[in-house]
Nanobody, 120 residues
Framework: QVQLVESGGGLVQPGGSLRLSCAAS????????MGWYRQAPGKQRELVAR???????NHADSVKGRFTISRNNAKNTVYLQMNSLKVEDTAVYYC??????????????WGQGTQVTVSS
């Protein structure tokens, strides 16, 4: 059984930084694209950033220059470094990964979400 477990959320002042981590566990054959999404109250879930297995990354325009996605394939982990945080970055952040488990079909997996609150 594959699971994604996020960590690193919390409360931070505007202009501050946080680093989110998401580790995949279970009997995994391969992990393809990994990404971060977020959902603010009353809004739809939106893509923040995603990264291929080879390290090619894309970031939403709203976070370009402030957030950086990275991954460690040996640890089955994806990170999101968030700098210069703004109040409008407040949301629940979800990890997502395209995973091929051993003995099972390739599928899309989601973490449970971690709250990021930017407030003075």
């Amino acid at each position: 059984q594959v699971q994604l477990v996020e960590s690193g959320g919390g409360l931070v002042q505007p202009g501050g930084s946080l680093r989110l981590s998401c580790a995949a566990s279970g009997t995994i054959f391969s992990i393809y694209v990994m990404g971060w999404y977020r959902q603010a109250p009353g809004k739809q879930r939106e893509l923040v950033a995603r990264i291929s297995r080879g390290g090619s990354a894309n970031h939403a325009d709203s976070v370009k220059g402030r957030f950086t996605i990275s991954r460690n394939n040996a640890k089955n982990t994806v990170y999101l470094q968030m700098n210069s945080l703004k109040v409008e970055d407040t949301a629940v952040y979800y990890c997502n990964a395209d995973i091929k488990p051993v003995g099972s079909s390739r599928s899309d997996y989601w973490g449970q979400g971690t709250q990021v609150t930017v407030s003075s």
